[in-house]
């Protein structure tokens, strides 16, 4: 059973620039959540997926960034005209929805810089 | 206002102390779920427990122990003769009934375990 899994692990982009990274979730799980850690904080919520259907937005999720899951499977999430404020680690999660207050198991992260 | 407060932003030990680390959360909801996680430095979010708002059992699990105390909103976390292999940031989190897919973190206590 492999785990949630993320792409780029870094990436470094100049101010302006649009960035996309991609999220695979554990095979069986229909949740797939994205969330921003900065340093030294929590992660913040950011968006949630069961299967394709997008959920849940954050406040925290302007209009520049999107996210979509076209088949339910893997994820992906594009941040347009990137700010040096978006430099972040963005983490992914999945979980396997029951009745809720599942555990969601987070992929390695994709760490963002913008210059 | 924050739903999770973890107060201690850095620990120090030396290998073989144990150590506690504090976790207060807030809710009004009766149902919500609990939940440890520990981040290496590798950046990865590792689950190590999951706890309910109707179990307040303790909890033991090799080193490491949790105590959930609802009347003080608390639910700590126990490493007994802690390990270098310890060292990492440890998170709290809630999840709670209204929107059981949205967790919200705690801003991680450091431990550092010195050998």
């Known amino acids: 059973d492999t785990g949630v899994s993320q792409n780029p692990r870094h990436k470094i982009t100049k101010r302006g620039q649009n960035v996309t990274f991609r999220c695979d979730p554990i095979?069986?799980?229909?949740?797939l959540y994205w969330y921003r850690q900065t340093l030294g904080q929590g992660p913040e919520f950011l968006t949630y997926?069961?299967?394709?259907?997008?959920?849940?937005k954050s406040r925290l999720l302007s209009d520049r960034f999107s996210a979509e899951r076209p088949k339910g499977s893997f994820s992906t999430l594009e941040i347009q005209r990137t700010e040096q404020g978006d430099s972040a680690m963005y983490l992914c999660?999945?979980?396997?929805?029951?009745?809720?207050?599942?555990?969601?198991?987070f992929g390695p992260g994709t760490r963002l810089l913008v210059l | 206002a924050q739903k999770v407060t973890q107060a201690q932003t850095e620990i120090s030990v030396v290998e073989k102390e144990d150590v506690t680390l504090d976790c207060v959360y807030e809710?009004?909801?009766?149902?919500?779920?609990l939940f440890w996680y520990k981040q290496p430095p590798s950046g990865e979010l590792v689950f190590l427990i999951r706890r309910n708002s109707f179990d307040e059992q303790n909890e033991i699990s090799g080193r490491y122990s949790w105590n959930f105390q609802k009347s003080t909103s608390s639910f700590n976390f126990t490493i007994t003769a802690s390990q270098v292999v310890d060292s990492a940031v440890y998170f709290c989190a809630l999840s709670e009934e209204r929107s059981f897919n949205k967790f919200y973190f705690g801003s991680g206590t450091k431990l550092n375990v010195k050998p």
């Open positions: 809710t009004r909801d009766t149902t919500y779920y």
């Open positions: 095979s069986e799980h229909n949740r």
């Open positions: 997926f069961q299967n394709e259907a997008q959920l849940e």
């Open positions: 999660a999945s979980s396997d929805a029951l009745v809720g207050g599942e555990t969601q198991y």
